[in-house]
T-cell receptor
């Protein structure tokens, strides 16, 4: 059972380049999330999708866009990367409808912007 | 607005000693509360969760946490630390609004000395 799968695991970009982080889950979860993790700041929510067809901003959405392609997949796009976006990005999913709200995480994508 | 405060970015204990990691939250309604653990170069995994069924919650690996509404606290404890407990621990609050939006504390890194 793969759970939550993120690609790529590592990426180096130059300032101004664009890229898309891919995320897929095989647990039939309705909700999916993108977080970034920076030292001393914990995890901060970038965007989330409560269900297929909906997306909402989290705490730090500036500079990012998302697409909920279908129930399984939720991608994060950086249109013009900046050094401040150097971080570790985590995708997560959770069930709804009486579930506890527990998040299931991918292994992370480490992005460096030069 | 929801927020989560973890007291102490680093905690160091000796093997066999009590582990106490502190978490306070602010919430206008009873929340779902969680502790997650992150081992190096991995995603987060659930340690335990509070969902109003019982104030003392037992989790994996001998950890437990007590919900104290009067103190708005959800501290994590383990009677006897093991070397394998060395990791980063995150307290989190989940709102049951439109997809279980989860807010994380900044994290506490636990060091265990032999």
């Amino acid at each position: 059972n793969a759970g939550v799968t993120q690609t790529p695991k590592f990426q180096v970009l130059k300032t101004g380049q664009s890229m898309t982080l891919q995320c897929a889950q095989d647990m039939n979860h309705n909700s999916m999330y993108w977080y970034r993790q920076d030292p001393g700041m914990g995890l901060r929510l970038i965007y989330y999708s409560a269900s297929e067809g909906t997306t909402d901003k989290g705490e730090v959405p500036n500079g990012y866009n998302v697409s909920r392609l279908n129930k399984r997949e939720f991608s994060l796009r950086l249109e013009s990367a900046a050094p401040s976006q150097t971080s570790v990005y985590f995708c997560a999913s959770s069930g709804t409808g009486g579930a506890s709200g527990e998040l299931f995480f991918g292994e992370g994508s480490r992005l460096t912007v030069l | 607005a929801q927020s989560v405060t973890q007291l102490g970015s680093h905690v160091s204990v000796s093997e066999g000693a009590l582990v106490l990691l502190r978490c306070n939250y602010s919430s206008s309604v009873p929340p779902y509360l969680f502790w997650y653990v992150q081992y190096p170069n991995q995603g987060l995994q659930l340690l335990l969760k509070y969902t109003s069924a019982a104030t003392l919650v037992k989790g994996i690996n001998g950890f437990e946490a007590e919900f104290k509404k009067s103190e708005t606290s959800f501290h994590l404890t383990k009677p006897s630390a093991h070397m394998s407990d060395a990791a980063e621990y995150f307290c989190a609050v989940t709102l049951l609004t439109g997809g279980f939006k989860t807010i994380f504390g900044a994290g506490t890194r636990l060091f265990v000395k032999a």
